[in-house]
Structure formats: C-alpha cells, structure tokens
C-alpha cells in the first residue's frame, strides 16, 4: 500500500498523460501493414500447416498469447495487441519512478515513435524487459533469479534485440555486476534461442532466420550504407530531444562515465548497421543508454541544479526539430499507411458493439 501511494506521489500521473499524449495524438499509432499475415500464423499453426516464411514468426510472443487465449478474430486480436501496449505502457512508467524527477525526459526517446508505429511488433514488450532490467541492474539486483528469467523472456520475445541489448547492459554496468551479468546473459541466451528452436521446430517453420537474413546479398551493404549516410538523423531518431541531455555527458560527468555511453552507442549503431529496419532498432538498442544517463545525472549534484534547463532545451528540441525517423528513406510520419488506421479501427469496433444499444 506504501508503495502504491509513494509511486503516486512521483511523476506517475504526468508520466502517464505524456505517453498517451505522445503516442496517440502527436506521434499518432499505426498497426504494422502486415499484420493480417502475422493473425494468420495463429490459424495456421491451429491447422498444423505453417507456410509463413518471414523471420517475424521467430519473435513468438503475440503468437503464443493469441493461440492460449484462442483469438479467432483479427479485430479481437488487434485490440490483444493493443490491449498488451497499454499494459506495458504502464509497467514503464511504474519501472522508471526511480529515476524521479528525470522519469519523464525518458518518455520523449525515439522509442517511444517506434512502439506506436509498428503496432503487432513485439517491441513494446522488449522495451518494458529493458526498463525493468535497467531497474535492477541500478538498484543491485543483478544475481537474483528473476533477472534471469527477465532476460529469457527479451531473448525469446526479440533474439536479435536481445543479443545487442545485452552487450550494451555488459558496459553499462559497474565492474563489479560484469561477472554475474554476463553469467545471467550466457544462459538466457542459450535458454532462450534453445526455446525458439524448439518452437520453430514444433510448428514446421520453413523460412529464413534472422541471421541467414542479414547474410543475403546487399543486405550489410545497403543497411550500412543507409546509416553511413543518414548517422546524425539516426543518432536524433533515437535520442531526440534526449540528445541535449547526451551532449552534456561530455562536460559535466567523468571520462569513465562518458566513455560508457559513447561505446555502448557505438556497439547500438553497428548492430543497426546490419538491419534494414534502420532507426527502429537504434531507438530500441539505446534504451538502456537513455535510463542509465539519466540515472547518473540523477545522481550528480552539479545537474541537479540545472534541472529546469534540461526539460526546457530537451522539449523544445523535441518539437522543434520534430520526427525525423530513417526507414528507408527520411520520414516524418509512420510508413505504416495501408490498412485500416487505428483511429478508424476504434470506432468501428465501438460501434459493432454497441449496434443494438445505440439503435
């Protein structure tokens, strides 16, 4: 009960209205074009006849959900999923009260574009593992089981994302955290790529890997080349209006600090050099370097005092500048533009719903 009230007592509130204010109205949510494809894995796996060959059917959360819940409907599913975001949504902020008055500078990422427009990917749920996580690594629960099982869940909800995130926390901690961390990190993945295989096998996917995806001709060639030529709107497609608050690491904390954030952003930008899905998976690799600058300039005296002057530069920046998101090309508002819009799809469920009772 104390815990409720002191978590209420913090930015919950205002932490809250941003992500729904951001996420709704500003950057405006789009489910992801494919979508009806990923629903069909659900039925094809039912009928023990997988002809889905995309590497998305390696990221299984959704799925696994859909088919223990038994969702037959693409409409019920849509809105698991959105259902799922707003759980989440909510498990972020709850996991980001620590950070205090600094909680809501983390909601203006360019993650934050990412998990509203690609609704149906499991990056959401990636995010919220990243965030708990960041939370037990700065509060000193590296060793417990349960952060095990956190890093399990990350590798079987996104391997890929996972295996990147994980060398960034491996530098992000203090030295004495390494050993147990990347024990912890070892046996979720071998855990958690053992499970998808499995998975995999079970259901008779037939398709390419990730992995053998990234090996295709041109595709390093392209996605290197996309990031070589675009790097300083990648680097503001995940950072934002965050990026103000990056450039003052340089001045105000150590060099051993510094060079933290620096490595772990290089490490974030030469695994988005071997995806196509360019700022997507920057915004998502660097959540953890966002949280653990925040967290140190939490606890830097000399910061805390410009306080007010980070928000004000860091907003206005953020509109300011505005979206400038790299998904092929140079993008100012979601690619997902050819199905039904989330603010179409809403009312036309309400009023299904509702059909006897308004008539």
């Not at 300039?297 to 002057?309: A, G, M, P, Q, R």
């Not at 140079?330 to 009312?347: A, G, H, K, R």
Request: hydrophobic share 50%.
């Amino acid at each position: 009960m104390n815990y409720i009230q002191n978590l209420f007592k913090k930015n919950f509130y205002l932490d809250l209205m941003v992500v729904i204010f951001l996420s709704h109205v500003y950057y405006r949510i789009t489910f992801i074009d494919n979508i009806e494809y990923e629903f069909d894995l659900i039925k094809q796996i039912k009928e023990n006849n997988v002809t889905s060959t995309s590497f998305f059917v390696e990221s299984p959360t959704y799925t696994l959900i859909g088919l223990f819940l038994d969702v037959e409907n693409l409409d019920i599913y849509k809105s698991l999923i959105y259902l799922i975001t707003l759980i989440c949504f909510l498990l972020i902020i709850i996991n980001i009260q620590y950070l205090n008055k600094y909680s809501t500078i983390f909601l203006f990422g360019g993650w934050l574009i990412t998990c509203s427009w690609f609704f149906g990917y499991v990056d959401i749920i990636s995010v919220t593992l990243m965030t708990i996580i960041c939370r037990n690594i700065l509060q000193d629960n590296v060793g417990r089981f349960n952060m095990l099982i956190y890093f399990i869940l990350m590798s079987i909800n996104h391997n890929a994302i996972s295996l990147a995130v994980s060398l960034i926390f491996l530098i992000l901690v203090k030295k004495n955290q390494i050993i147990r961390l990347s024990i912890t990190v070892v046996l979720s993945q071998i855990i958690g790529n053992s499970i998808v295989q499995f998975y995999l096998n079970y259901i008779g996917f037939s398709g390419r890997g990730r992995v053998r995806f990234v090996f295709n001709d041109n595709v390093i060639e392209s996605a290197t080349s996309f990031v070589g030529e675009n790097i300083l709107i990648v680097l503001w497609s995940g950072f934002l209006g965050i990026s103000f608050l990056i450039l003052l690491t340089s001045n105000n904390l150590s060099w051993d600090r510094s060079k933290k954030i620096i490595v772990s952003t290089l490490i974030a930008l030469f695994f988005t050099s071997i995806a196509l899905d360019t700022s997507r998976i920057f915004s998502l690799l660097i959540v953890p370097i966002i949280i653990f600058t925040l967290h140190m300039y939490k606890e830097d005296v000399h910061i805390k005092n410009k306080l007010s002057l980070v928000y004000t530069v860091s907003i206005f920046l953020h509109f300011f500048i505005g979206i400038k998101y790299f998904y092929g090309e140079v993008l100012d508002e979601s690619p997902m533009q050819n199905i039904e819009t989330f603010y179409d799809f809403i009312p036309r469920v309400v009023n299904s719903l509702m059909s006897n009772i308004w008539k």
